[in-house]
């Protein structure tokens, strides 16, 4: 069984194959009963773009987004693990061969530019590899 992550959203706008769905992110204090007590809600809008969907989609309509639970896995590598042990890896490397401090930590700063710079390269085909489903609620 594959398992999957759904969020509700409302349709944004629907051109042609392309569809618009805005989806609204709470932190976990922003669906806390208390939040408007202690700290003012962190709730925000995100639009998530569908480039092909199959159906038949009105703007306002509610519907449910559906990814593969292994797509946000490979997310969490590609945004957070993969640049934490590049930049942990040239501070050591950097240090041991230097024994300066300044400069492995420039080291391992400067290490993330060209890994963001390939990502932005790349963000077409990465996006085109995180698809969303849509499904009528």
Same mark, same amino acid.
């Given at each position: 069984?594959?398992?999957?992550?759904?969020?509700?959203?409302?349709?944004? $706008?629907?051109? @042609? *194959?392309?569809?618009?769905?805005?989806? &609204? %992110?709470?932190?976990?204090?922003? !669906?806390?009963?208390?939040?408007?007590?202690?700290?003012?809600?962190?709730?925000?809008?995100?639009?998530?773009?569908?480039? $092909?969907?199959? @159906? *038949?989609?009105?703007?306002?309509?509610? &519907? %449910?987004?559906?990814?593969?639970? !292994?797509?946000?896995?490979?997310?969490?590598?590609?945004?957070?693990?993969?640049?934490?042990?590049?930049?942990?890896?040239?501070?050591?490397?950097?240090?041991?061969?230097?024994?300066?401090?300044?400069?492995?930590?420039?080291?391992?700063?400067?290490?993330?530019?060209?890994?963001?710079?390939?990502?932005?390269?790349?963000?077409?085909?990465?996006?085109?590899?995180?698809?969303?489903?849509?499904?009528?609620?």
């Amino acid at each position: 069984m594959v398992k999957q992550v759904e969020h509700e959203g409302i349709v944004a $706008s629907v051109c @042609g *194959n392309k569809m618009v769905v805005r989806v &609204v %992110t709470s932190s976990a204090c922003g !669906s806390c009963v208390a939040k408007g007590h202690c700290m003012p809600a962190e709730n925000r809008d995100m639009d998530i773009h569908i480039d $092909s969907f199959s @159906g *038949n989609f009105e703007t306002g309509e509610q &519907v %449910t987004l559906v990814m593969r639970q !292994s797509l946000g896995m490979r997310a969490l590598f590609i945004c957070y693990l993969v640049p934490f042990v590049l930049a942990f890896t040239a501070l050591i490397v950097v240090y041991q061969t230097t024994r300066n401090e300044l400069a492995s930590g420039l080291a391992s700063l400067f290490i993330l530019v060209p890994y963001y710079f390939m990502l932005k390269m790349f963000n077409q085909k990465i996006t085109k590899s995180f698809g969303f489903t849509v499904k009528k609620k």
